[in-house]
C-alpha cells in the first residue's frame, strides 16, 4: 500500500495530475490517493473515485483538520498548489502569491508526515524548495534525501523537441536529455551534447540556441498560447506524475532509477561537493541527475562532459540561481512560523 498525496489537487496542474496517478498502470497494488485543496476537493475525489482502478481516493478541505488527515499516514507529497503565472507576470510576482501557500502546506508536511517523499511543483521551484527546508529545520525534520524539486517538465520538453527536430516523434519517449542547473528561464540548462539521440550532424550553433532558449522558455511559450487562460498545467502534471512514478518504485526497491531533480547538495555529500567544483560555486541547491533509491537520494551524479557553450550555460545559470534560492530561504524567519 502507498499513500500518495496532492495539495492543491482542484487546480490545474492538481486535477490532471491526481487522474494520473489514480490511472497509472506502474502501481499495481492499492494506493490510497489523498487530495487536498481549499476548495472542490471533495468533488474531484468523487469524480475519481468512479474510475476502475484500485487507488483509493479521498479528498479533504481546509475545515476540520482536513490538511492533517489527508497527510497522515503519508508516503509521498507532491505540492502543485499555488496560482498560475499569467501573462506578463514574472516568476517574481508568482513568488510573492506562492511562497505562503508552500510554506503552509510545509508546515503541516513537517508536522504530520515528516518522512514522506516531498515534490515540489509550485513554482518558482528555484525557491519553493528552500522554503520548504527551511520549514522542515525549523520543526527538527530535515532529511535532505527526501525533498524534491519537480524539474522533470524541462526533461520532457527536451526530450519531444529534440524528436522533433529529428523529424520522429515517435522517438520522443526514448530521447533521454539531462537537464540541469535550476527550474526557471537561463537557470534551466540542457545538456544537448549528451542527448541519447544526438541532434542531426552540422547542426549549427545558432540553432542549438534556439533549440535551448525554446526549453528554458517552454512555459512562456504555454502561457502566450493560452492567452490568459493559465500556464503549462497538462505537460506539468505528466510531468510530475512521472517523477513520481520514479520515486514510488524506487521506495519500492527498484535499482537504477536516475532523474534530473533540484536537490539539497548536502543530499549525498561527496556527490554534491563534487559537483560544487564542476559549478564553480558553493551553492545550496542544483539540478542534477539523480540515482534514487528507498530512502530517496542515494547519489547525485556529476555533469559528467559538457562542451564549451554549456559550460557558458552553466556560468550564467549560477548567479540567478544563488539569488532564487536566498530568496526562498530568508523568506522563512522565526516570525513566519
Same mark, same amino acid.
Given at each position: 500500500m502507498v499513500k500518495a498525496v496532492v495539495l492543491g489537487a482542484a487546480g490545474g496542474i492538481g486535477q490532471p495530475l491526481s487522474l494520473l496517478l489514480k490511472t497509472n498502470p506502474l502501481?499495481?497494488? &492499492?494506493?490510497?490517493?489523498?487530495? %487536498?485543496?481549499i476548495v472542490n476537493t471533495p468533488g474531484v475525489a468523487a469524480d475519481l473515485s468512479h474510475i476502475s482502478t484500485p487507488a483509493k481516493v479521498t479528498g479533504y478541505l481546509p475545515p476540520d483538520d482536513g490538511l492533517k488527515k489527508a497527510l497522515t499516514g503519508a508516503e509521498v507529497v507532491i505540492i502543485p498548489a499555488g496560482v498560475p503565472r499569467k &501573462? $506578463?507576470?514574472?516568476?517574481?510576482?508568482?513568488?510573492?502569491?506562492? @511562497?505562503?501557500? !508552500?510554506?503552509d502546506l510545509a508546515v503541516g508536511i513537517a508536522t504530520t508526515a515528516p518522512k514522506a517523499f516531498v515534490l515540489v511543483i509550485s513554482n518558482p521551484v528555484n525557491s519553493t524548495v528552500p522554503i520548504v527546508a527551511e520549514v522542515f529545520k525549523k520543526h527538527g !525534520?530535515?532529511? &535532505?534525501?527526501?525533498?524534491?524539486? !519537480?524539474t522533470t517538465l524541462d526533461v520532457v520538453r527536451a526530450s519531444t523537441f529534440v524528436s522533433e527536430i529529428l523529424g520522429d516523434l515517435s522517438l520522443a519517449s526514448k530521447i533521454t536529455v539531462p537537464v540541469v542547473g535550476g527550474h526557471s528561464g537561463v537557470t534551466i540548462v540542457p545538456l544537448l551534447s549528451q542527448s541519447s539521440h544526438p541532434l542531426p550532424s552540422g547542426f549549427a550553433q545558432e540553432e542549438v540556441d534556439k533549440l535551448t532558449n525554446r526549453i528554458q522558455f517552454g512555459g512562456d511559450e504555454v502561457v502566450k498560447a493560452k492567452d490568459?487562460?493559465?500556464?503549462?498545467?497538462?505537460?506539468?502534471? %505528466?510531468? $510530475?506524475?512521472?517523477f513520481a512514478y520514479?520515486?514510488?518504485?524506487? @521506495?519500492?526497491?527498484?535499482? $537504477?532509477? !536516475? @532523474? #534530473?531533480?533540484?536537490?539539497?547538495?548536502?543530499?549525498?555529500?561527496?556527490?554534491?561537493?563534487?559537483l560544487k567544483k564542476e559549478i564553480g560555486r558553493d551553492l545550496e541547491y542544483f539540478?542534477? #541527475?539523480?540515482?534514487l533509491g528507498p530512502e530517496g537520494v542515494v547519489k547525485i551524479n556529476s555533469l559528467?562532459?559538457?562542451?564549451? %557553450?554549456?559550460?557558458?550555460l552553466i556560468k550564467n545559470a549560477v548567479p540567478e540561481l544563488a539569488t532564487n534560492i536566498e530568496k526562498g530561504v530568508s523568506f522563512i524567519e522565526p516570525s513566519k512560523l
Open positions: 502501481v499495481t497494488e &492499492p494506493t490510497q490517493l489523498s487530495l %487536498y485543496d &501573462p $506578463g507576470m514574472t516568476r517574481d510576482d508568482l513568488f510573492k502569491i506562492n @511562497a505562503g501557500i !508552500v510554506r !525534520v530535515f532529511d &535532505p534525501k527526501r525533498i524534491f524539486g !519537480v490568459g487562460a493559465g500556464s503549462a498545467t497538462l505537460s506539468m502534471a %505528466y510531468a $510530475g506524475a512521472e520514479k520515486v514510488i518504485r524506487a @521506495a519500492k526497491g527498484e535499482k $537504477g532509477i !536516475v @532523474a #534530473p531533480t533540484f536537490v539539497n547538495l548536502t543530499a549525498d555529500k561527496e556527490g554534491g561537493d563534487a539540478s542534477a #541527475p539523480v540515482e559528467g562532459k559538457i562542451s564549451e %557553450y554549456e559550460s557558458t
